[in-house]
């Protein structure tokens, strides 16, 4: 796990908004940077899935066909596909063995026999780079909670005879139509 963007591309989507500035970051900084982590945390959660490059040891349950769709993506290389205790070599679309995709292990001469918990994957996926538009939606999620922190919780605010309605939501549609793009699916 760790932050999906940086105080700096926070603190310059703050400076775009009027009456607000650098100064946030020097009074702010820590604030924002502990929402970073957070909220970068909760986007993991929300999609389902590792988004930053890591080692994975995974199992799933063998459904008799010769794909596998795994849980984190995209996968960047692979050490180790075995069946029921048997590794299966290294492959491709002509040769017998395992290939990959960005999102699946593919078998050539060989099936995910049907068991339970009976196929062991270790792989290494997710991005290296935060892609750019995950990086613009996380950044704006942060700015979003940031500005709400004076009204969490409240609905409506009565000031001198006139009423401010805040919005009560998860995300942004723009932020989740991102999200959902990097959202898990159910293995295939």
């Not at 769709?69 to 995209?74: C, E």
């Not at 999102?103 to 060989?110: A, E, F, P, S, V």
Request: net charge negative; proline share 5%.
């Amino acid at each position: 796990m760790g932050d999906l963007t940086t105080l700096a591309d926070v603190a310059a989507r703050l400076e775009q908004e009027p009456g607000q500035g650098a100064l946030i970051v020097d009074t702010d900084g820590v604030e924002i940077g502990r929402l970073i982590t957070a909220i970068s945390a909760e986007v993991e959660a929300w999609t389902g899935r590792q988004l930053l490059l890591q080692t994975f040891d995974e199992t799933y349950d063998g459904r008799g066909s010769t794909r596998l769709m795994l849980r984190n993506w995209p996968i960047a290389t692979v050490s180790l596909v075995s069946i029921n205790g048997q590794t299966i070599p290294a492959g491709s679309t002509v040769q017998a063995g395992w290939y990959h995709d960005a999102k699946r292990i593919l078998l050539n001469g060989w099936r995910f026999l049907p068991g339970a918990a009976n196929v062991r994957i270790v792989y290494d996926a997710g991005f290296e780079v935060v892609p750019a538009n995950l990086r613009r939606a996380v950044t704006e999620l942060v700015a979003v909670r940031y500005r709400e922190r004076p009204h969490t919780g409240v609905a409506s605010q009565t000031l001198a005879q006139q009423t401010t309605s805040y919005l009560d939501q998860d995300m942004p549609p723009d932020v989740q139509r991102v999200l959902d793009g990097f959202r898990r699916v159910a293995p295939v």
